[in-house]
């Protein structure tokens, strides 16, 4: 084989060994979530595929020769990459969780096969290159060179570019196009059984091309953090719930700012009350997290003097909300894109009465939003007597959130958690607020403001008072030791 086809192979297929890897991240996220515990069960089965590919097309290529196996294994590889999308849909739908096996399960189903495929090209290309043994180490060692160059060329162009143009199910298909075009040229050029293999790679992309066209996407809009999504409330015309990676994220009534479809939103209503009430509705907001911009919308309607800022991540999201969900920034609402951590260091200090956390969705927790030098910025924006109210969803355990309580803790004079319920062990898992304040928190006013909502069954938990029991054991989350996913219970 001449050495710039095989460098220009060595090169393809390893790009798109690892465009496969950074779109899987993509593929899995409606079904187990972005976080930590993802992307190392994606790498992990990466890497097992391309050990097995590697191990598998070196003993090939020795025992059958390896002219006649480039070509279909290039694209053998494109049609189990085109084939990764329905399996993905297929098994995903079964509910495998978000745990450790969970995701290995999910992720090996899908990519382990297209992984091993595609990793098998490289030592059948080596094989054939090979004249010389007094040259074998410069030729292994050039191939490999371009191999790394090819993987690190899929991996910037995927998410720096790629995931930001093009929904990931077309991505992938077209990669798998890709590699069956090339594959059948290849084994054209190599005039190994030209017609029948051309025939066969034609009628199996043909055929998985069908499969992944007839899978329906769940995403109305996908960005380079979601897929996102939009369902209509079959008890009300104007209701309408954003969904993130397949996780209910915000209600929204199109008519009316002052319906609250989810409990703990209205949690952050009868916790900011005291606050709002004592600044005769004249107060300054900030919102890290805009997702359906209900709060923000409930807020301006009801407190005409009051401001808000909102911090969204998502431009996607963002352009939804405009678009189906009725938000319309005003002069007395504006919204900042970007990254929370980023976007808070801008903020002047002692600007800001009331700062609301709500950034978290069940299977995804920006971590870096949880710790200790992050919370010492809101701190920072907050005047002396502002609220800090945070969102917080977790198992049953709670040892995300007695960790995340011991943190505010650790700044905050006073800390109050409301809870939904209690079980045998404690405050039961889900979503909770935790209320953090240099002043006392009024936890009877804020417990009858929840009853009078009818919102019973509540639980509002004080702290220092009880947090001995509470958070004893569990270390303070920092930029340095933030095992949010390992806490997590999901």
Do not use: K
Not at 245 to 250: K, L, P, T
Not at 433 to 462: C, Y
């Amino acid at each position: 084989m001449p050495g710039w086809a095989a460098g220009l192979l060595t090169f393809v297929a390893a790009a798109a060994v690892l465009v496969l890897e950074i779109a899987a991240g993509r593929l899995l996220a409606p079904f187990v979530g972005v976080s930590l515990t993802t992307y190392t069960g994606i790498i992990g089965v990466i890497l097992a595929g391309i050990a097995l590919g590697a191990w598998l097309g070196g003993r090939a290529a020795d025992r059958l020769g390896p002219e006649r196996l480039i070509g279909p294994t290039l694209a053998a590889g494109g049609v189990a990459a085109i084939a990764s999308v329905p399996i993905v849909d297929a098994v995903g739908s079964l509910g495998l969780g978000g745990e450790f096996g969970g995701i290995v399960a999910l992720a090996g189903a899908g990519f382990v096969l297209p992984a091993t495929i595609l990793s098998a090209v490289g030592p059948m290309i080596v094989r054939a290159s090979l004249t010389d043994i007094g040259t074998s180490g410069t030729l292994v060692g050039r191939l490999s060179a371009i191999g790394t160059a090819g993987a690190i060329t899929g991996t910037f162009l995927t998410g720096f570019v790629l995931l930001g143009l093009v929904p990931t199910r077309p991505l992938i298909v077209g990669v798998g196009a890709l590699l069956v075009g090339v594959g059948a040229v290849t084994a054209w050029a190599l005039g190994r059984g030209r017609s029948a293999a051309l025939l066969a790679f034609i009628g199996l992309f043909a055929g998985a091309g069908l499969v992944a066209a007839a899978a329906p996407s769940p995403c109305l809009r996908e960005s380079a953090y979601y897929c996102v999504a939009i369902t209509p409330d079959a008890a009300s015309p104007d209701g309408r719930t954003l969904v993130l990676d397949r996780i209910r994220h915000a209600y929204v009534d199109l008519a009316d700012p002052s319906v609250l479809g989810f409990r703990y939103i209205r949690w952050f209503v009868d916790a900011s009350g005291p606050l709002i009430d004592a600044r005769g509705g004249n107060f300054e907001a900030l919102y890290v997290g805009g997702g359906g911009f209900s709060l923000p919308r409930h807020f301006e309607s009801a407190y005409p003097a009051s401001r808000h800022t909102v911090l969204e991540l998502d431009p996607v999201v963002l352009a939804t909300a405009r678009s189906e969900l009725g938000f319309a920034p005003t002069d007395r609402t504006s919204v900042i894109v970007g990254d929370a951590r980023l976007s808070v260091d801008r903020l002047p200090s002692d600007a800001y009465d009331l700062v609301i956390g709500d950034a978290f969705g069940g299977l995804s927790v920006p971590w870096h939003l949880t710790t200790l030098e992050f919370l010492g910025e809101i701190d920072r924006v907050l005047r002396p007597d502002g609220v800090y109210l945070m969102n917080v969803i977790d198992g049953g355990e709670l040892r995300f959130a007695r960790a995340e309580a011991a943190t505010l803790r650790s700044l905050f004079e006073h800390v109050a958690v409301i809870a939904g319920g209690q079980s045998s062990a404690g405050l039961a898992g889900g979503n909770l607020v935790l209320v953090a304040s240099h002043e006392p928190i009024d936890i009877e006013e804020i417990l009858g403001r929840i009853d009078a909502r009818g919102d019973g069954g509540a639980v509002v938990l004080a702290l220092p008072a009880e947090s001995d029991s509470f958070t004893e054991g569990l270390a303070l989350l920092t930029d340095d030791y933030a095992p949010v996913d390992q806490l997590l219970g999901r």
